[in-house]
């Protein structure tokens, strides 16, 4: 199997985890979406256990480069915090979908520990920088009323991923901004 295929497999199942969750979709639905034999997916992806992995893998690093590039884009932690929201709020794709890390925790029983210290992982790279971001905020005058960045970084995120849920949960992104109307009005971009 190419590469081409291998990353049409992850883009297909990505699309299908975040629209219905990891339970939502199986090899014989991959297969198909591809047009490939469900036998050749298993060459890659033995398991439905190891695609997860991949998928966290990739995801992790997509959303740490998008950060990367949100700190080159903008010097000011309140631009910064401005622009993580938008991305997470992209990522509802009008209310359709959730962001993966989001998606895998709702089906969290369903995967196994190895998937389980990835998305633990990919938590600690974004309370890193947010906690980052906060502490540039303060630094800049960008965020108002930041007194503790570690904290303000585990309820930004903890609003951030349920702002996603609360959207999904009714097709509509306006419950998102409805929900982090007041973290993102206490930015100075």
Same mark, same amino acid.
């Given at each position: 199997m ?25 090899y ?6 591809v047009?490939?034999?469900k /036998?050749?997916?298993h ?7 190891d ?7 990739r995801?992790? =690093?997509?959303?740490?480069a /998008?950060c ?16 993580v %929201? /938008? ?7 009008d209310? =359709?979908t ?7 925790i709702m089906?969290?029983e ?6 389980h210290?990835?998305?633990?992982s990919f938590?600690a ?6 906690t ?7 630094a800049?005058?960008s %965020?108002?009323?930041v ?11 903890a609003?951030?991923?349920?702002? =996603?849920?609360a959207?999904?949960?009714?097709a509509?992104?306006a419950?998102?901004d =409805? ?5 993102? /009005?206490r930015?100075d971009?």
């Open positions: 190419n590469t081409d295929t291998k990353s049409a497999l992850l883009d297909s199942a990505e699309h299908a985890a975040r629209s219905r969750g990891i339970d939502g979709f199986s014989a639905d991959l297969a198909t979406a047009g490939i034999r /036998a050749s997916i060459y890659h992806f033995p398991s439905k256990a695609l997860s992995a991949a998928l966290m893998d995801y992790h =690093q997509s959303v740490e /998008a990367v590039e949100i700190d080159h884009e903008h010097s000011r932690g309140g631009a910064r915090l401005a622009a %929201i /938008a991305f997470y709020r992209a990522a509802l794709n209310g =359709q959730l962001c993966l890390c989001v998606s895998f089906g969290w369903s995967l196994h520990p190895p998937v210290a990835k998305i633990d938590r790279m974004m309370l890193d920088w947010l980052a971001t906060f502490t540039r905020g303060l800049d005058g %965020i108002r009323a007194e503790d960045p570690s904290a303000e970084a585990h309820a930004a995120l609003m951030l991923e349920g702002a =996603q849920i959207a999904r949960a009714c509509d992104p419950r998102f =409805q929900s982090v109307r007041l973290l993102l /009005a930015c971009r």
